[in-house]
């Protein structure tokens, strides 16, 4: 049987991206995008510069502004951002139809076979990476493996811009120094999910 080489894209914070990039003053700024603080909002995207305050997705923007007085607030422009989700999907069409978006900044592809017979996943990835950066001015971090879940995994080992391959031989080693790194519920679930893809021992 042949072993599966499927690819996750994440945007890098997408929304708080595409705000910086169109607007020159707020790059290096703390910025999020999402409701005012005076309206009871909530924080939908953060650059990293607001990241490293602790400010993150779904937080009450009263809560962000409290951690950092200076924020930027930015109202979401959806429409702005569903049409660079097209184009990157665009992109994405061009190596595999065999695309499942998660959402506007997110896909799996299945590139086991793909439409430019290039061997490697890992090479379609760079590809894709690139494509994004010199279309959109946005970067994309990308996860390779054999199946969404470690793909998924790998995605979020080296953001922002990064690119990480787990090889089949190395996925239950990875998997557990993942889940020894985690706390206890997250633990829990991980076990739950590896045994389910039959990655590791039905007594951990």
């Known amino acids: 049987m ?10 890098d914070t997408f929304y708080a ?3 910086q990039r169109d607007n ?21 995207a953060a650059s990293y510069e607001a990241r490293k305050f602790g400010i993150y997705s779904a937080m009450p923007s009263v809560t962000a502004i409290a ?8 109202r979401p422009r959806f429409d702005v951002y569903r049409e660079i989700s097209a184009g990157i ?27 430019q017979n290039i061997t490697y996943a890992s090479t379609i990835a760079r590809y ?24 998924k995994m790998a995605s979020g080992q080296n953001k922002p811009n990064g690119l990480t391959v787990i090889l ?14 985690s706390s206890t519920v997250l633990e829990k679930l991980q076990q739950r999910r590896c045994i389910r893809w039959g990655l590791i021992l039905a007594q951990i």
């Open 168 to 181: 089949p031989e190395d996925a239950i080693t990875f998997v557990e120094s993942c889940r020894l790194r």
């Open 89 to 115: 999907h665009a992109i994405f069409k061009r190596y595999s139809d065999l695309v499942e978006g998660v959402a506007l900044d997110e896909a799996y592809l299945d590139v086991t076979e793909n439409k």
């Open 24 to 44: 020159p003053s707020y790059r290096g700024k703390p910025l999020v995008v999402g409701g005012s603080p005076n309206q009871r909002g909530v924080v939908a």
């Open 67 to 74: 951690k950092c007085p200076g924020l930027i607030f930015v």
């Open 2 to 11: 042949q072993t599966r080489k499927i690819i996750h894209v994440d945007m």
């Open 17 to 19: 991206s595409v705000e």
């Open 128 to 151: 894709i990476k690139t494509a994004i950066f010199q279309e959109t001015q946005l970067t994309a971090t990308a996860g390779v493996s054999i199946n969404k879940f470690l793909a």
